[in-house]
């Protein structure tokens, strides 16, 4: 069986271009509707995992903390080239850029 971030990484494999999702998503999905922050630490630790961690959000659309990815704008430059929506806020529009 799996571990916990074993499994997180399975699904953030999974996420096709154009596409996000949120931590709590994932954590619902993994059968833990409280465990997005356990999410985030899986996804923190996800280093040296080729995965595309860019595409997971917070619930409300928001992007990582601006070092999370290596630099201020760095996130949001990489959703953008995949052509996810954002809102006039900022925020990735999950109505339309939403995965599952």
Do not use: N
């Not at 997971?56 to 992007?63: E, K, T, W």
Request: hydrophobic content about 45%; overall charge positive; some cysteine.
């Amino acid at each position: 069986m799996p571990s916990f971030p074993q499994e997180v990484y399975d699904i953030v494999a999974q996420i096709p271009q154009g596409k996000v999702i949120s931590y709590g998503q994932i954590a619902r999905i993994l059968g833990r509707p409280q465990g997005a922050r356990q999410v985030g630490y899986a996804m923190a630790a996800a280093d040296g995992q080729r995965l595309p961690t860019h595409r997971v959000l917070r619930a409300d659309g928001s992007l990582a903390p601006g070092d999370a990815f290596g630099g201020p704008g760095v996130q949001r430059a990489l959703l953008a080239a995949e052509g996810v929506v954002f809102r006039a806020d900022g925020r990735v529009d999950m109505a339309q850029c939403g995965w599952l």
